[in-house]
């Protein structure tokens, strides 16, 4: 085909521009001819375009230009030229078998099989004969089965009627009607990724069909997806801009979308109270969809984690997973939730979960560790606790606990060895925590779980060190009046 497309190619290059410009048909018939041959599609349909406008009267331009349609999958183009053909010129059996096969392919199976009765009667060669039988055998099986499953579907058994017009539309591929009628039958057996196929199929083969372009914007809209239900409605009033049910469903997806994105920008602006009240008001918008609730519920909880809300975040996060217990994200954010509240083990057994369905998942495996990591510490020393202040508290906040728990443990104030003794640890604690919590660096490595002034690290030690440093000149314990130098800086 290649090298016959090349000499052809040459061929019509080398040809005078006159014999081009020459309008007689028989030209235009010639030159269509040799590039359909050398697989030029779109160059052979100009010159049968020119054949037909040249002689409206010429059946074999029709036919010509019914094989270019069909060889480019234009078959609605391809089917008026055979009909052209057939009206100019009756007997011509294969223009009439090829209606037939077309008209049976859209699911039209009278007009389908009054062509093949018709090329039965008019002396056809063998393989015609044949093939028009066979076809004609398979139109009257589709017709029985056509009616088996409408009787199925007006008696809602719609999983038989499904699998019935699966055999119909095996044949009558550009059926209209049957793909709808399946479409429906997914819709009620709850399979609407089928449904959505069979939809969009039905909305590409009918030119102007907007129930097909509603229907899915309906099922995007119950399951939630609000972009898409938004794109299908919208190509619904492309084709009709009046059309009741489309343009009422349009100004609530639209208002829903526009909800859904200004809550989205707000956790992206860290603005996480407004977030959550604008997924308030897209519940109040869609009270009936679970799926945008569920979604609602799920960006809340991740903006009130975020927001370091929680206890509510807790809760919400509680509410999606009792819906959707293997949501990941979800999952995720209620374990950061459970780490704010110093709740490790319920943030340990979140972060197992989450592994479980999602095991690369780098945000998960570094939460656990940190779980665990915080867990561990909490059996040993909290700095926080030490000082009774929360893991949020501020700089000020710390070094006014520190203060008053210093006056108070101090070792000066027992008298009895047991208690002084139980004063003093208690009061080298206060001042480490005071410490850690006070410099940055410090605290950063203990909010991930790590103690600085632990012996065991090498960088723990260097600070125990350090603090003990901090002691020299004189001794914070000894006898006699208040002589600890407090140093609050």
């Known amino acids: ?23 007689s048909v028989d030209n235009h018939m010639e030159m269509g001819k040799k590039l359909l041959a050398a697989g030029q599609l779109a160059d052979a349909l100009s010159h049968f375009h020119a054949a037909v406008d040249g002689d409206p009267k010429n059946y074999m331009a029709y036919y010509r230009r019914a094989t270019v349609f069909l060889a480019m999958g234009k078959s ?32 039209r199976l009278d007009e389908a099989e009054s ?66 009628i399946r479409a429906e039958c997914f819709i009620q057996m709850g399979e609407m990724g089928k449904a959505i196929s069979d939809l969009k199929a039905a909305s590409k083969l009918k030119s102007d069909n907007t129930q097909a372009f509603y229907k899915l914007s309906t099922i995007y809209y119950n399951l939630g997806d609000h972009e898409m239900s938004l794109t299908e409605v919208r190509e619904c009033l492309k084709l009709d801009p ?23 920008e707000l956790i992206q602006e860290q603005r996480y109270e407004d977030a959550v009240s604008k ?13 945008f609730a569920l979604l609602a519920k799920e960006r809340m909880c991740h903006a009130l984690a975020q927001g370091q809300q929680a206890s509510r ?36 057994k979140d972060y197992e979960t989450a592994a479980k369905h999602s095991e690369n998942d780098r945000q998960i495996k570094e939460g656990l560790e940190k779980a665990q990591r915080l867990l561990k510490q909490s059996q040993k020393r909290d700095y926080y606790k030490i000082l009774g202040v929360k893991r949020t508290a ?38 480490q925590a005071k410490e850690v919590l006070t410099d940055p660096e410090m605290r950063t490595k203990f909010d991930q779980g790590d ?13 125990h060190q350090h603090f003990h440093g901090g002691f020299q000149g004189f001794n914070p314990f000894g006898s006699g009046p208040f002589n600890f130098k407090f140093n609050f800086n």
């Open 242 to 264: 009046d059309h009741k049910q489309c343009y009422s469903h349009y100004k609530q997806v639209k208002k829903l979308n526009k909800q859904i994105q200004s809550a989205e």
């Open 1 to 23: 085909v290649s090298s016959r497309s090349d000499n052809t190619q040459t061929h019509v290059a080398e040809l005078p521009m006159f014999v081009l410009l020459d309008g």
């Open 279 to 291: 997924y308030e008001a897209v519940m109040k918008t869609e009270p009936n969809v679970r799926h």
């Open 313 to 348: 975040a807790i809760s919400v996060c509680g509410e999606v997973l009792q819906s959707d217990p293997e949501n990941i994200n979800v999952l995720k954010d209620r374990a950061e939730a459970y780490v704010q509240e110093e709740e490790y083990e319920e943030a340990i």
């Open 115 to 180: 062509d093949f009765k018709k090329v039965l009667k008019s002396n056809p060669s063998d393989k015609e004969e044949r093939e028009a039988q066979s076809l004609l055998t398979k139109s009257d099986e589709i017709q029985r089965l056509v009616a088996q499953a409408r009787s199925s579907f007006d008696s809602q058994d719609y999983m038989t009627a499904a699998v019935q017009l699966d055999t119909v539309i095996e044949t009558c591929v550009w059926d209209v009607t049957s793909r709808e």
């Open 394 to 431: 501020q700089k000020k906040e710390i070094i006014k606990a520190y203060r008053k728990l210093a006056q108070q443990w101090h070792p000066d104030n027992f008298q009895d060895p047991e208690e002084k003794k139980k004063a003093e640890k208690k009061f080298i604690d206060i001042a």
């Open 451 to 463: 103690d600085p002034m632990d012996p065991e690290s090498q960088q723990g030690r260097h600070h």
């Open 76 to 107: 609605k183009s391809a089917l008026p030229d055979l009909s052209k053909v057939i009206e100019l010129k009756p007997d011509f059996t294969s223009a009439r078998l090829q209606r037939g096969n077309l008209l049976l392919k859209q699911g």
